[in-house]
C-alpha cells in the first residue's frame, strides 16, 4: 500500500478554471503538508495542518483552499487558475513533533499541474 | 522563513568521482535532515544529523552537521549513477519544515 497518495498525477487545464488535488496517507500521522515545487527545483511549503487544524499557511495567494476532513486526507483546491500555478504539487506528512522529538517527512510521488 | 543556500546549485560529474554539496544558513538549527528526490518522485529522508560536528555515514555517503549548527555537508565517495538526483536540505523547526534551495546531481556513466 502507498504511504502517501495523491490524486491526479497530471492535470492539464486553462487559466481561469477550477481544480483540486487530493491527498491521503495511511501512516497514522497527525501532520500533512502541501509543498509547491517551481520548474527550478526550489521546494516551498505552502500549508501545514496538524490533526485537521491549519498550523502553517504561508504566503500563498487565497485563490489556494486546503481541507483537511479527517488527518488522513488533504486536500488541496485551487480557484482561478493562472499560468504562474503551473507546478509540481507534493503532499506530505509526518508524526507529531514534540519536543526534541525530530521528525520525517513522508511524501507523495507528486501532482503535475500545467495551466494553458 | 530560513534561507537555506545549497551549493552547487548544479553538479555533473563521472561515475567514481567523489563530490561534496553543502548547506549553509545564518540561523542555529536544533537538527537538520537531508534528503533525495529522484526525477519523478518525492524526496525521501536520508538522514538527521542532531549535535553540532556530529558525522554520520550511510554507505557511501557521509553528512557532517558544523560545529555551530548552521550549516551541514554531504560528501559521496565513488558516485554511481544511482546517486542522481536532487539532494535537499531542511532543518528542523518544529513542524515548520522548510527546505534548501537544492543540489541537483547528474552522475554520468
Known amino acids: 500500500d502507498t504511504a502517501v497518495s495523491q490524486t491526479p498525477k497530471y492535470l492539464v487545464t486553462q487559466m481561469g478554471n477550477d481544480k483540486s488535488i487530493k491527498c491521503e496517507q495511511n501512516?497514522?500521522?497527525?501532520?500533512m503538508y502541501w509543498y509547491k515545487q517551481d520548474s527550478k527545483k526550489f521546494l516551498k511549503i505552502m500549508f501545514s495542518?496538524?490533526?485537521?487544524?491549519?498550523?502553517i499557511n504561508e504566503t500563498v495567494p487565497n485563490r489556494f483552499s486546503p481541507k483537511s476532513p479527517d488527518k488522513a486526507h488533504l486536500n488541496l483546491h485551487i480557484n482561478s487558475l493562472e499560468l504562474g500555478d503551473s507546478a509540481v504539487y507534493f503532499c506530505a506528512s509526518s508524526p507529531l513533533w514534540s519536543g526534541g522529538r525530530t521528525g520525517e517527512l513522508f511524501f507523495g510521488e507528486g501532482s503535475r499541474l500545467t495551466v494553458l | 522563513t530560513q534561507l537555506l543556500e545549497q551549493s552547487p546549485q548544479f553538479l555533473s560529474i563521472q561515475e567514481g568521482e567523489n563530490l561534496t554539496v553543502y548547506c549553509n544558513s545564518s540561523?542555529?538549527?536544533?537538527?537538520l535532515q537531508w534528503y533525495r528526490q529522484e526525477p519523478g518522485e518525492g524526496p525521501v529522508l536520508l538522514v538527521t544529523v542532531v549535535t553540532g560536528g556530529e558525522v554520520k555515514k550511510l554507505k557511501r555517503l557521509t553528512f557532517q552537521f558544523g560545529d555551530a549548527r548552521k550549516d551541514s555537508s554531504l560528501h559521496i565517495t565513488a558516485a554511481q549513477t544511482g546517486d542522481t538526483g536532487l539532494y535537499l536540505c531542511?532543518?528542523?523547526?518544529?513542524?515548520?519544515?522548510?527546505f534548501g534551495t537544492g543540489t541537483s546531481l547528474t552522475v554520468i556513466p
Open positions: 501512516l497514522g500521522h497527525d501532520t
Open positions: 531542511a532543518p528542523n523547526t518544529g513542524n515548520q519544515f522548510y
Open positions: 540561523s542555529v538549527f536544533s537538527s
Open positions: 495542518y496538524n490533526n485537521k487544524e491549519l498550523i
